[in-house]
């Protein structure tokens, strides 16, 4: 039984720290290589209008200081595995970053009215 078949949504988070030294992702890394978040896994949904959402930030590619410190600590099959993306892949990412952000606008709010609350 597929798990994913008919979700409505599908939900990653980072597998590392990114104030962290790189090597600190790579048990992370290990851990949940088996379950990117990619186009196949959106296939397997055979929804047509399933969505991807994700707390952010996100290392959807390695176009930023920690994904090439990460880059440069890994051996080279995980190097070539994560340069599509670690916990979702950069295309993925790119067709759903408009339902990505406005999860995280929305969690900004909701923490400011915490804020609010608590003060």
Aim: charged letters at 25%; one cysteine or more; a negative charge.
């Amino acid at each position: 039984m597929d798990r994913v078949k008919g979700a409505d949504v599908i939900s990653t988070e980072n597998w590392g720290d990114f104030t962290a030294p790189a090597e600190t992702w790579i048990p992370g890394i290990a851990k949940y290589r088996a379950y990117p978040v990619n186009q196949a896994l959106i296939d397997r949904t055979e929804n047509p209008d399933v969505f991807v959402i994700h707390m952010l930030p996100s290392s959807h590619n390695c176009d930023h200081s920690a994904g090439k410190e990460l880059m440069s600590a890994l051996d080279a099959p995980t190097a070539e595995f994560i340069s599509h993306g670690l916990e979702v892949t950069d295309d993925v990412f790119e067709a759903n970053s408009s339902v990505i952000f406005r999860e995280a606008e929305n969690r900004q709010h909701t923490i400011k009215a915490v804020m609010a609350a608590l003060l």
